[in-house]
């Protein structure tokens, strides 16, 4: 009977999705709220600059974060191949975080730390000249077609909202730092910041 009152009843399907949503508010969003400023203490994460921003907003629309994580879980073997496990305090300034869940590729929690600029060059024209087996597309146009770094600013603005400390002479310079650049230097930016900031945490 209840079953039945529950699919028929718009008034206990609007009470339970209520209930529901107020304990997801309560168990997720209230204690980052609280917890924010003592995070923010403790973590080594450093904001993007103007065009490792634009990287990253390249590296999300090409659909990088759909095959790769940035995200080292809590088991020995994940460690010991990418590094000590990922912390809260590590995504403070990251809208949205791009953690993921499926590893098409390989993790790129700290791939700042491996390779060199022109590894990424070729990497991002040809995966297949560094890595034979890869099934990464490859993105030559990346080296082709130049940003303007029109809404670079008005980004770091919204950010600034978010709580990302950025400071007004950050948000002035930032077009002068992404125009004329390509969104393959932008996005190989992105990708040479990702786990420099927590070396010290990692002990090296």
Partial sequence: MLSKDFTQSVFILILST?????????VWVVPNVFMASDLKKISLAKPLTAIELAGRDIYISEGCHVCHTQMVRPLEA??????RANKEADDIYEFPNLWGSKRTGPDLTNMGRKYSDQWHVIHLMDPRNVVPTSIMPSYPWLFEQTLDGEAISDKMRALRTLGVPYTDADIDGARLQVIGKTQGEALIRYLQSLGVDTMQDQGE
């Fill in 78 to 83: 994940e460690i010991l191949r990418n590094g």
């Fill in 18 to 26: 209520v209930i529901v949503a107020s304990f997801s508010l309560l």
